[in-house]
């Protein structure tokens, strides 16, 4: 069983940034992805991005591209996203998710594990 907990979320103003963490623990494996997902009320949850555990490949949403950057440390178990540039539209709940496999997902029904999600709101 593995247990994500998401930490950073908050207050930011736009064209601020903002990190937000995503600890992983319980048993963990080498060959999977971390994602994460954003949803805003009454809308779809939305890819934003993911990264493979065993070879670093990344994918981005559309929307984020150039402004938002997925990274890991292996040594804290710790997956981030760094947003820069934040507008109006990132405001939303963003989920830290993790899928057995070594191969991305942008589906969030393809995802195993699943944060509690953390608040983060820009304002203008």
């Known amino acids: 069983q593995v247990q994500l907990v998401e930490s950073g979320g908050g207050l930011v103003q736009a064209g601020g940034s903002l990190r937000l963490s995503c600890a992983a623990s319980?048993?963990?494996?080498?060959?999977?992805?971390m994602g994460w997902f954003r949803q805003a009320p009454g809308k779809e949850r939305e890819f934003v991005a993911a990264?493979?555990?065993?070879?670093?490949?990344?994918a981005y949403g559309d929307s984020v591209k150039g402004r938002f950057t997925i990274s890991r440390d292996n040594a804290k178990n710790t997956v981030y996203l760094q947003m820069s540039s934040l507008n109006l539209g990132d405001t939303a709940v963003y989920y830290c998710?993790?899928?057995?496999?070594?191969?991305?997902?942008?589906?969030?029904?393809?995802?195993?594990?699943w944060g509690q999600g953390t608040q983060v709101t820009v304002s203008s």
């Open positions: 998710a993790a899928r057995k496999g070594a191969l991305i997902s942008i589906t969030p029904r393809t995802y195993d594990y």
């Open positions: 319980g048993h963990t494996f080498s060959s999977s992805t």
């Open positions: 990264i493979s555990w065993r070879d670093y490949s990344t």
